[in-house]
């Protein structure tokens, strides 16, 4: 069994975040290679794809990431876990959870494209979170990469902040390594795939290009050092030491607004240069947020701060749980103080409940080592927890502390399933809920009115791998409906009922008896029940009865049967009586008032209407203009892109995008891209709210 090293300063928990098909995976593959992890480089697509990061079968034939795959590397005496996270939008939640433990990422960009759409959303997320991070401008090898066009691209749609640390010597197809604006070498290979690079001089064509860019580096690098900027005023450039520049930029890179631009291709010998970047750039956990974490006591609410040190108490945060075949449900977890020992008892804090940590495993993408501990800043995964859900807090039952857990959107698109053979009902619900529990955006629910089981995603296609897994990790074949779009009800209005349940049937009968006042909350505040009753007119134990009547009504809906969201109920009279009163009477009276209320209070339907991002030759601009504009959709702003793309954004209804992609695919001759992600729930018009209503009601 491994034995762990404690340096923390040696440590780094870094992610891979990019646009789906930048390369982020095969830069992953390639930092194993160097590493020592891997004695070959695999491709990611197709029948060869072993890509170590891409386990899941999906994965390697539709070349995408789907999870996020953590896995431990070690370089020039630093230890490295690397995330590589999902560039699809569907599997967004995969990044979020990542980038809430990380402390650094490597964010990678296609030369060819520059700035994509889902690379804005990465980068927000990453940002979000406050994560550190340096660029790798990837693929400028091939024909229409260009390193200086994509910097460009940067500068305009994601930060100004972006320097260039290397360049890239050559271009296209002839590109054969970096200058190094740090040392001011060149650091250069024949072939991508050679053992290491040559250092030498760097080339005179070069020289004068690369000056220039030193000296915006220097400029920037000093700027957020008084006594550096004083000495560089002074003394001038050759002043600034190499340690003392190094030293400069790690400062501004921690700061979270300043980035680090380097390019190649990611598939050879140059990311040994990216590899050096993250050590000597991107954050140690002491280096995060003061290498401290903040809590709350989840018993007084009291606030608690937690060092990174191996003396503190234990301190953990369950951010992605996976099946793994062999040894069953796989917790992932980042530590953030004390030491997780296997065969140890930890508090979960989320439930109040103590659990056995059975074994400790350092995971290499779907291979494993167990180790016996995990100490302050590392990340691991734990066999044996059976409550622990993503975003649980884990850690010393005699030092309780609660972490802020991971919020997930709401999952927008939902179908039915059936398994194809009755006998497979059972197992159906079995495999669901196992997805279900590794994927907080994926939900199952059965529909009361008609018996099906529902499933909701964040999109098409994560559905449809959903399907895919049941069959190939669970053994069901399921038939599946047409896509549904997850609704929302709301109210505009304000209204007063009553809610009165009564019923005698010889013996001791039922009565409860509730006004409640129904008015609109702020969007995305949820539904709020206030208790405003005086004196004793409803007893306190039936209060609680009336709102969780309330509640379940909400989530049933009224109008149409989808959740009613973003509203306040007020309790404020009633009556009970004596023999006949009790909690369900009072359930129910809450279910009666609510039903009533929200009739009265201007009901509405809500859609969610989504951001559309499509990358499209010019020639074809017409053609997907005029297709939005036929799915209701309305253009926010056309952009110019590299290689004479265009960019458009738009919003649309989501019921109008179902199979967007294979459409666009075809007006396009597949040259076209889009991804698309929630934006917000809109008010669905008068007319086409009626048909949805009507629809929805004759179907039950």
């Not at 059972?426 to 939900?443: I, N």
């Not at 990358?615 to 504009?629: A, K, R, S, Y």
Request: net charge negative; with cysteine; glycine share 10%.
């Amino acid at each position: 069994m491994a034995t762990e090293n404690h340096d923390l300063a040696k440590l780094r928990n870094i992610g891979t975040i990019a646009h789906i098909d930048a390369g982020k995976t095969t830069t992953s593959e390639a930092i194993l290679y160097r590493t020592g992890l891997k004695h070959k480089i695999d491709l990611v697509k197709g029948d060869t794809g072993g890509a170590t990061t891409d386990w899941m079968e999906q994965e390697k034939e539709r070349g995408i990431t789907i999870t996020s795959a953590a896995v431990t590397a070690h370089w020039k005496g630093y230890k490295i876990n690397i995330i590589d996270t999902p560039g699809h939008i569907d599997f967004t939640a995969e990044v979020e959870r990542s980038l809430r433990v990380l402390d650094g990422a490597i964010t990678v960009f296609d030369g060819k494209m520059g700035v994509e759409a889902q690379s804005e959303t990465v980068w927000r997320q990453a940002t979000k979170y406050g994560v550190p991070r340096i660029c790798f401008i990837n693929k400028i090898n091939q024909i229409g990469g260009d390193f200086y066009k994509s910097l460009e691209s940067i500068h305009k749609r994601l930060s100004k902040n972006a320097v260039a640390i290397h360049l890239p010597i050559g271009f296209e197809k002839d590109i054969c390594g970096v200058v190094d604006l740090v040392d001011m070498k060149a650091y250069t290979y024949k072939e991508y795939a050679d053992h290491s690079l040559t250092v030498g001089e760097i080339p005179a064509d070069m020289l004068d290009k690369a000056k220039k860019a030193r000296a915006i580096l220097v400029e920037e690098a000093v700027s957020a050092d008084e006594e550096l900027m004083n000495k560089y005023f002074n003394q001038g450039e050759e002043a600034i030491t190499e340690a003392e520049l190094k030293a400069a930029l790690r400062k501004r890179v921690l700061d979270g607004d300043f980035f680090l631009v380097t390019g190649g291709d990611g598939r050879g010998v140059i990311v040994e240069k990216v590899l050096d970047l993250c050590v000597d750039y991107l954050p140690s956990p002491l280096d995060r947020d003061l290498g401290q974490t903040v809590g709350t006591d989840p018993k007084t609410g009291d606030q608690v701060i937690r060092k990174a040190d191996v003396s503190q108490p234990l301190t953990a945060l369950a951010f992605k749980i996976a099946s793994d075949p062999f040894v069953g449900k796989l917790v992932f977890v980042r530590v953030y103080s004390g030491i997780l020992k296997s065969g140890s008892y930890i508090y979960n804090a989320t439930t109040g409940n103590k659990e056995r940590v059975g074994r400790l495993v350092r995971m290499f993408a779907d291979k494993r080592e167990e180790i016996t501990e995990v100490a302050a800043g590392d990340i691991a995964a734990i066999v044996g927890l059976k409550e622990t859900t993503t975003g649980t807090t884990l850690c010393d039952p005699a030092h309780p502390i609660l972490l802020e857990s991971i919020e997930f959107p709401e999952p927008p698109v939902s179908i039915a399933v059936e398994p194809k053979t009755k006998a497979d009902q059972e197992k159906m619900g079995l495999g669901l809920a196992k997805l279900a529990e590794e994927d907080p955006t994926f939900r199952v629910h059965t529909d009361e009115e008609t018996g099906q089981t529902i499933i909701s995603g964040m999109g098409e296609l994560h559905l449809e791998i959903i399907i895919d897994r049941l069959k190939r990790e669970h053994n069901v074949e399921a038939n599946t409906g047409a896509p549904q779009v997850a609704y929302r009800e709301t109210i505009r209005g304000t209204a007063e009922a009553q809610g009165k349940h009564i019923k005698q049937s010889g013996g001791r009968g039922q009565y409860g008896d509730v006004w409640i006042k129904f008015e609109p909350n702020e969007p995305g505040k949820g539904f709020e029940f206030i208790d405003m009753i005086k004196g004793g007119v409803v007893p306190q134990e039936y209060r609680k009865p009336v709102q969780q009547g309330v509640e379940e009504t909400l989530n049933g809906g009224v109008i149409a049967g989808y959740p009613v969201v973003d509203v306040k109920a007020t309790l404020y009279d009633g009556s009970y009586h004596d023999v006949d009163s009790s909690e369900l009477a009072f359930k129910l009276a809450g279910s009666l008032a609510t039903r009533e209320g929200i009739k009265r209070a201007k009901p509405v339907l809500l859609a969610p209407v989504m951001q559309l991002e499509v990358t499209t030759p010019e020639e074809f601009m017409g053609d997907v203009i005029g297709d939005v504009n036929s799915r209701r959709g309305r253009i926010e702003s056309m952009e110019d892109l590299q290689g004479g793309a265009k960019l458009i954004t738009a919003f649309a209804p989501l019921a109008n995008l179902f199979g967007y992609t294979s459409d666009l695919r075809s007006m396009s001759q597949g040259r076209a891209a889009s991804s698309m992600e929630l934006s917000q729930y809109e008010e669905v018009p008068p007319n086409v709210a009626q048909e949805i209503i009507e629809k929805r009601n004759s179907s039950k």
